[in-house]
């Protein structure tokens, strides 16, 4: 796999075989997390041996605990879905019965078993017809839906209402990328975090940053078309809503059309030119943050190659999980000012991708 920026403060890296266990047995306890934290949770990429697969967190719709469009995951929310993958992962070892390491899911059917424990069977080469498999399903759904609420509760009650030096001693001894017990234990210099080995050397593949904490070890190289300017305005008669008595900062980035690089999607691929305009506060913090996004502009983590979230045009430059204020109003609905909280959480999108004022 190659080394790729863009992964966004959204992603959670997880080990395969918990992912398809979530998705199959644990389907009710992913739909929990979505009520109780207001968050879907999708997978976006797999691992090409495997092992590892990139989970998004994403606000459901109308929900009432869902954050801000453009704000980042909190930590909150992503401990949340560590837990949850914790506990999937310790059922994963009850029902197979052997070590609490990572081991690939064997072909299995959705049946469910009259005991509500919603084990995964092994497919035998003869199958039950389609209308059997809809019979035994719907008679034993309820009750096994009941049995993974029951489970998911009891492990949150037990995590909670456990002794703190218990909890410290399980962080410890697990991974919190295959959820298993640390085999060959790596840990993280600035962090201090730990993991297997082969478990951190598959995530540093899809991007060098901790996946509990996000720190970036090293420096990020994007893969945003290298032909790009960024020119920046000021017009001290502008005041942005939010930020009176300072001027306007206007970042123009202008792209000409081009051909995707090896590094891209789709090598050869003509993409279209493109031009963005976005707002900053002429005040001693936004001139702050401009330093950072020049920084990120040179690092070509700024934009991508990809599908527009908008349109839906497939090879099109693409923001890269830096936002930007491209209006003047309007507020955060409307990428705008006043949002009084921007300049923080943009600081720390480029602090997650390694760019900081130290």
Known sequence: MSVRAG???DEVLVSQAVWDYLAAAGRPWL????????????????????????????????????AVADAPVSSETRKAFIDLCRCARKEMSKQDGGPKRKRALLPCTG???????????????????????RQQQQKFRKAADEE????????AHRKDCGATS??????NSSCSIC????????TLEKCGHSFCRCCLDQAFKVKRACPVCRLVYGQLIGNQPANG???VERDPTLQLPGHEGYGCISIIYSFPPGFQAPEHPNPGVRYPGTDRLAYLPDSPEGNRVLGLLRRAFEQRLTFTIGTSMTTGLQNVITWND?????????????????????LVRVTEELREKGITAE
């Open 111 to 133: 049946v469910l078993q009259p005991n509500g424990e919603g084990t995964l069977l092994q497919l035998s080469p003869q199958l039950p017809s389609r209308r059997s498999q």
């Open 322 to 342: 830096i936002h930007h204020k491209t209006s003047i109003w309007g507020g955060p609905r409307c990428f705008g000012y006043p949002d009084p909280t921007y």
């Open 179 to 186: 959820m298993g017990d640390v085999v060959d234990k790596t």
């Open 148 to 155: 993974a609420f029951s489970v998911l509760h009891e492990a």
């Open 166 to 171: 218990h909890g410290e001693a399980d962080d």
């Open 31 to 66: 739909l929990d997390f979505q009520h109780k934290q207001g968050m879907n949770a999708g997978i976006v990429r797999r691992g090409e041996s495997g092992g590892c697969c990139a989970v998004r967190l994403q606000p459901v719709p109308g929900a009432r605990l869902a």
């Open 7 to 9: 992964q966004g403060s």
């Open 229 to 231: 300017t960024m020119i």
